[in-house]
């Protein structure tokens, strides 16, 4: 008896606050979709003038070219974080919606299931937009090994810019349509916010903070090791490897958190 009486009352969602956050998250949607992106994209200038500097083309030299991109990734990520502290700031209330058990007035659901369905057929065409434009990135690279075989490095390092830039417009269709969908999911405890999930969301951040931390660690390294430092428009393979295995890294932390 005494167990159930100490028990916390949850947190009441009422109708006007469900509705506020799905309205809130819908505005926050592209922005958050164009930082995203912005993140992805913010290395080909630098990967783009360091290989036009080693081919001797434009009069550019490798301290300009280096000092142009780094420029270019410091605007282009300092834009994406204000625009993601901007969005977070805006919806911080509803912050317990994803890691706290709640309860919602009579009729949230409800509405909240008729938005998901309204969205299900975008939110569709979305996936299949982003996933089609992820998997077609690799074609310049591929059109360029089987036409052009001797070609100069500018032409592959254009080639992967063009990957980049297609992987970005990508990650725009699948964040636009996570953010909106996955605000649906928090109201209804669905899917990776489900009550048992959000008991793992601690550990699973936890780890996911440690593991970019050494990613970032490992970039430090290789690129002022005073061995063998690595040239500007090589680090990039570092985050392209680091976000490969960072998926790899979540499966098996969600695999092993999700056992009984």
Not at 21 to 29: D, N, P, S, V
Not at 61 to 84: H, N, P, T, Y
Not at 226 to 239: A, K, Q, R, V, Y
């Amino acid at each position: 008896v005494e167990s159930e009486a100490d028990e916390t009352p949850l947190r009441r969602v009422t109708m006007e606050q469900a509705a506020r956050y799905l309205a809130l998250r819908k505005a926050c949607a592209p922005k958050i979709a164009l930082a995203v992106a912005m993140c992805i994209v913010s290395p080909v200038v630098i990967i783009f003038l360091s290989a036009m500097a080693d081919a001797g083309l434009g009069g550019i030299s490798e301290d300009l070219a280096a000092g142009l991109g780094v420029s270019v990734i410091l605007v282009l990520v300092a834009i994406a974080v204000g625009m993601f502290l901007s969005c977070g700031a805006k919806t911080k209330e509803f912050d317990f919606l994803e890691k706290e058990p709640f309860e919602t007035e009579y009729g949230v659901s409800g509405m909240v299931r008729e938005r998901e369905r309204e969205f299900r057929e975008k939110n569709s065409r979305l996936t299949v937009i982003g996933t089609v434009l992820c998997i077609l990135s690799v074609l310049p690279m591929f059109a360029v090994l089987s036409v052009l075989p001797a070609a100069d490095d500018v032409v592959y390092i254009a080639a992967v810019c063009v990957l980049l830039f297609m992987v970005g417009l990508g990650c725009i269709a699948f964040v636009y349509s996570g953010t909106y969908h996955g605000a649906m999911e928090k109201l209804l405890e669905e899917g990776d916010y489900s009550r048992d999930n959000k008991g793992r969301r601690k550990v699973i951040g936890t780890i996911s903070a440690v593991y970019w931390l050494i990613v970032t660690a490992v970039f430090l390294v290789m690129m002022f090791s005073p061995s063998s430092p690595m040239l500007p428009n090589e680090t990039w393979i570092i985050w392209a490897v680091g976000g490969v295995l960072y998926a790899a890294v979540m499966a098996v932390v969600r695999l092993l958190t999700g056992r009984k």
